[in-house]
């Protein structure tokens, strides 16, 4: 069972701030997350003995991967110009153009969080990358490469609100706070702290309408997705200063695929400045500052 700690980090609190401090002065911000998306140099000659999933994306034509697309700076869809951006968009293709793949190979899945495993498990996405923590409960049905991404629990309030901060998750005892279904922050309340009321729907952008109407008190989720929601609208929305728990992201893949966890570990590990350029170009357009994670074999 996971441990949740409660702590902070302070790099990660300092970046937070930074952030909502550039969004509070005015500053143009990207709701997409931003500058222009790095180039992908598509691998040729790709080999990856033993790995089914693989062999599954040749077959196929190219990868399904499931994303997230509501989650400004992460994983977004625009619907206007059907364009996806984003951190997590652009790790999964990168992931895609090492494996040799094209953009236009590429077919996007949009699943919510308690809804991943499942995916994965009935082969209906061949990879997952979206907000997607390791936990060792996820690993008992899924494997995951990475870590490439580090945040934790935070909170989301409305602008007027008059909390800047959170000490304690149980700050919100008595309060009405939103997350989503099969998140690891939604179990973090409910097993944690039984006094807050906790509500849950399966994407974040319903709790933020929640906040914004005034049903509920915040949402709470890991501070790099509240960042992204803060910073599409920070005369309305604001990121409580206060991190709680350890987010490690991962890239979530059938299990026993060790031939394209390694493959995907080692791409990470030896890319180069190619995490940086990703970063520079999406979530760290907000003005925070976070550094890439090594990646740990054992996820
Ligand atoms: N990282 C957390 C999780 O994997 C919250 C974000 C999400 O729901 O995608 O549960």
Redesign the pocket.
Known sequence: MRKFRNFAVAGLAAGALFALTACNSGSPTDPAGGGDAPEQEVAEDVALEGSDTYDRMVENGGPTIGV?EDQPGLGYLDVTTGERSGFDIEIARWIAASLGFEEDDITYEPIA?ANREQAIMNGDIDYYV????ITDQRKEQIDFAGPYFETGQGFLVSADSEMTEVTDVSDFNGMNVCS?TG???IQNIKENFPEINASEYDIYSQCVEDVLSGKVDAVT??AA?LIGYAAQDPDNLKVLDGLFTE?R?GVGIPKGDSALQEHINTLFTDGGDKWQEIFDATLGQSGIEIEQPEVDAAS
């Open positions: 997230k969080s979206g907000t997607y923590s989503a998140s690891t922050p989720t890991d997705i987010e992201y």
